[in-house]
């Protein structure tokens, strides 16, 4: 089999954007989100590659778009969150997609019914949207597993699952990272660049799919799922991102 290419090859900043997924890719997982770190190094790291990008850079995740703004503070940055039920193309004006408030309250509720009695389950509210976390009871898998698809079958005209790493969630039909791709792509500074897409989970494939449509670049990070470029963990895309932002006009 031959070796992949290297991502360091073909990324021209004069050209290129860059997305970022992020627990997974820019940050070590960990059992419960909340307990995740940021290095203090990649936010400066972050900012400096913005400018070098001239804005064109943006984090697409799973998190909503208030939680990367406390994580990566002070910067806030181009952002997708919520698996494309938010968007803030340029980083100032917040869309979200809401879906009916009565619909999102059955969600809830039947699924904080499926996690009761299971100490190591959590659900996590978000806007329009919910997940379920099963790091702490990975047992649990199947259980949880058939009882999200039950409730998705349910409320299959509003609702569609993703199934990720030890989490399932039921987001709004139609929201996806790939279609945030797509809202990105058609506006400045994104617009006309060749996009780079670093992600995990198979939450990535959409938007691995929309970048290659694009002729841009599509990257694996760890063993989870595969893409034309590879990044072995989360340390090595902080160490790439910390070599960009080395290379940026007037860094210090």
Request: with cysteine; aromatic share 4%; proline share 6%.
């Amino acid at each position: 089999m031959p070796d992949r290419p290297s991502i360091r090859d073909g990324l021209d900043l004069d050209r290129s954007c860059v997305f970022l997924d992020v627990d997974g890719t820019l940050l070590d997982l960990v059992k419960s989100p909340e307990q995740v770190q940021v290095p203090p190094p990649l936010v400066a790291d972050l900012g400096r590659l913005l400018r070098r990008l001239d804005g064109a850079l943006a984090l697409v995740s799973g998190r909503p778009i208030a939680q990367l703004d406390a994580l990566f503070r002070p910067l806030r940055l181009p952002a997708s969150g919520v698996h494309g039920v938010e968007l803030r193309l340029d980083g100032q004006s917040l869309q979200r997609r809401d879906c009916a408030l009565e619909e999102i309250h059955k969600v809830r509720g039947a699924a904080e019914e499926l996690i009761a009695g299971l100490d190591g389950a959590r659900l996590e509210l978000k806007p329009s949207a919910v997940a379920v976390h099963y790091r702490g009871q990975p047992d649990a898998e199947d259980e949880l597993r058939a009882g999200m698809r039950a409730l998705a079958a349910c409320h299959r005209a509003q609702f569609a699952l993703i199934d990720g790493d030890k989490v399932l969630e039921l987001v709004p039909r139609g929201c996806t990272k790939s279609g945030a791709i797509e809202e990105f792509m058609g506006v400045e500074p994104f617009r006309s660049r060749r996009p780079c897409y670093l992600g995990d989970d198979t939450t990535d494939f959409g938007a691995f799919e929309t970048v290659r449509r694009y002729n841009g670049m599509d990257v694996a990070v760890g063993n989870r799922v595969t893409a034309r470029w590879h990044l072995s963990n989360p340390a090595e895309v902080r160490r790439w991102i910390s070599e960009l932002a080395a290379s940026a006009r007037g860094s210090s």
